[in-house]
């Protein structure tokens, strides 16, 4: 009997959105998720979408990924260019630029996103919609207690301290900063998901760090992120924060880098235009002073509540250095902004501080 492929909770959402949105931009197609009808000679790892356009019905199967930056759709060309005896497969991602669909298209790559753009070139019909703008992210709804703001928190947790899954609930209560019955249904949800299992022994363990860390990252932005308080203000000068002295405000605000600046301080790489700063309290009229900062709602600097409690703080940042968030928090923030420019940091950043956390 054919089963559908394990998919992230988080890409079932993003696969039924994308089917949603194709069918209310056609007004009359429809997209629906099918089973998957494993074979080999047709890919099937995301899944398979059944199309109906003008009274024609066909099967093809999709790849699912919340962002495609430019590598992904250069990944995606060379696999498509060795694939032409096989259906074409169909990308499905959260949202693709104008820009991204002419290069896509002018490459023979079909897609779907979740604002309605599509693109689809096969024997029984030629489908094509782009210009539609980026959607209001959807928070979904809370029926996994591991996806709401406390699970996350939760999640996040388990993930940046070592070892944590495996000690008693109320050790992670503590890292965390929720309650321990949070931390029980939290962690129950995660075993009935598979992103946490139990060895024989009873000990806990993450059996798939690169799909746990995927879940919290796609979640991060609509689901935690979004509902942190957050304030804007505009600098003198995009790199005020590499001489800033945060010395004075670490002990009662610890002040933390995130997002662009704090890439660009842990690579190199990025010339940051924007500024993320966590805070566990709100900003003193002396910060705002010294750093040059006045309030503006479309400000280059953003200023977030911090989500972990102050006993939980990550201290992987030499106080010589300039102080910065987790790099699992970096990698989230790069590619919540799903900037192509970010998205090849993001990964880089996966690839050398993230990925190695498990041991």
Same mark, same amino acid.
């Given at each position: 009997?054919?089963?559908? @492929?394990?998919?992230?909770? *988080?890409?079932?959402?993003?696969?039924?959105?994308?089917?949603?949105?194709?069918?209310?931009?056609?007004?009359?197609?429809?997209?629906?998720?099918?089973?998957?009808?494993?074979?080999?000679?047709?890919?099937?790892?995301?899944? +398979?979408?059944?199309?109906?356009? #003008?009274?024609?019905?066909?099967?093809?199967?999709?790849?699912?990924? +919340?962002?495609?930056?430019?590598?992904?759709?250069?990944?995606?060309?060379?696999?498509? #260019? *060795?694939?032409?005896?096989? =259906?074409?497969?169909?990308?499905?991602?959260?949202?693709?630029? @104008?820009?991204?669909?002419?290069?896509?298209?002018?490459?023979?790559?079909?897609?779907?996103?979740?604002?309605?753009?599509?693109?689809?070139? %096969?024997?029984?019909?030629?489908?094509?919609?782009?210009?539609? =703008?980026?959607?209001?992210?959807?928070?979904? =709804?809370?029926?996994?207690? *591991?996806?709401?703001?406390?699970?996350?928190?939760?999640?996040?947790?388990?993930?940046?301290?070592?070892?944590?899954? &495996?000690?008693?609930? $109320?050790?992670?209560?503590?890292?965390?900063? %929720?309650?321990?019955?949070?931390?029980?249904?939290?962690?129950?949800?995660?075993?009935?998901?598979?992103?946490?299992?139990?060895?024989? !022994?009873?000990?806990?363990?993450?059996?798939?760090?690169?799909?746990?860390?995927?879940?919290? %990252?796609?979640?991060?932005?609509?689901?935690?992120?979004?509902?942190?308080? /957050?304030?804007?203000?505009? /600098?003198?000068?995009?790199?005020?924060?590499? *001489?800033?002295?945060?010395?004075?405000?670490?002990?009662?605000?610890?002040?933390?880098?995130?997002? +662009?600046?704090?890439?660009?301080?842990?690579?190199?790489?990025?010339?940051? /235009?924007?500024?993320?700063?966590?805070?566990?309290?709100?900003?003193?009229?002396?910060?705002?002073?010294? &750093?040059?900062? $006045?309030?503006? +709602?479309?400000?280059?600097?953003?200023?977030?509540?911090?989500?972990?409690?102050?006993?939980?703080?990550?201290?992987?940042?030499?106080?010589?250095?300039?102080?910065?968030?987790?790099?699992?928090?970096?990698?989230?923030?790069?590619? &919540?902004?799903?900037? !192509?420019?970010?998205? #090849?940091?993001?990964?880089?950043?996966?690839?050398?501080?993230?990925?190695?956390?498990?041991?």
């Amino acid at each position: 009997m054919a089963t559908r @492929p394990a998919i992230a909770l *988080s890409e079932q959402r993003l696969l039924d959105e994308a089917c949603a949105a194709f069918q209310r931009a056609s007004g009359r197609f429809k997209a629906k998720p099918v089973m998957a009808r494993a074979s080999s000679d047709r890919p099937v790892a995301g899944g +398979e979408i059944r199309f109906d356009v #003008s009274g024609k019905r066909f099967v093809l199967p999709c790849a699912l990924k +919340e962002r495609i930056g430019e590598a992904a759709a250069v990944a995606t060309r060379r696999t498509r #260019s *060795s694939q032409r005896a096989n =259906p074409p497969v169909v990308q499905v991602t959260r949202f693709v630029s @104008p820009e991204l669909a002419l290069d896509l298209i002018a490459n023979g790559i079909p897609f779907l996103d979740t604002a309605g753009n599509a693109y689809l070139d %096969v024997p029984e019909a030629t489908v094509m919609i782009t210009g539609r =703008p980026r959607p209001a992210p959807v928070v979904p =709804p809370g029926s996994a207690r *591991s996806t709401t703001p406390k699970g996350l928190r939760v999640m996040y947790a388990i993930a940046t301290t070592p070892g944590l899954i &495996a000690q008693p609930y $109320r050790s992670i209560a503590g890292v965390s900063g %929720v309650a321990l019955n949070t931390v029980n249904k939290a962690v129950d949800d995660l075993i009935a998901r598979g992103l946490v299992a139990e060895k024989k !022994s009873g000990v806990r363990i993450v059996p798939d760090w690169k799909r746990f860390v995927s879940e919290w %990252v796609n979640l991060y932005p609509s689901q935690l992120r979004h509902k942190l308080a /957050s304030r804007r203000f505009a /600098s003198a000068s995009p790199d005020w924060w590499q *001489s800033f002295d945060f010395a004075p405000f670490a002990k009662a605000l610890d002040l933390r880098l995130g997002g +662009e600046a704090a890439a660009q301080a842990l690579t190199h790489l990025l010339q940051a /235009s924007k500024t993320t700063v966590y805070t566990q309290g709100p900003l003193p009229a002396q910060f705002m002073l010294a &750093a040059r900062l $006045r309030p503006d +709602e479309r400000g280059d600097v953003e200023v977030l509540d911090a989500f972990w409690p102050r006993a939980a703080i990550y201290t992987g940042t030499p106080p010589d250095q300039l102080p910065l968030v987790h790099p699992l928090l970096i990698y989230a923030d790069l590619v &919540a902004t799903g900037d !192509s420019r970010n998205l #090849s940091i993001a990964q880089q950043i996966y690839d050398e501080h993230v990925a190695p956390l498990q041991s």
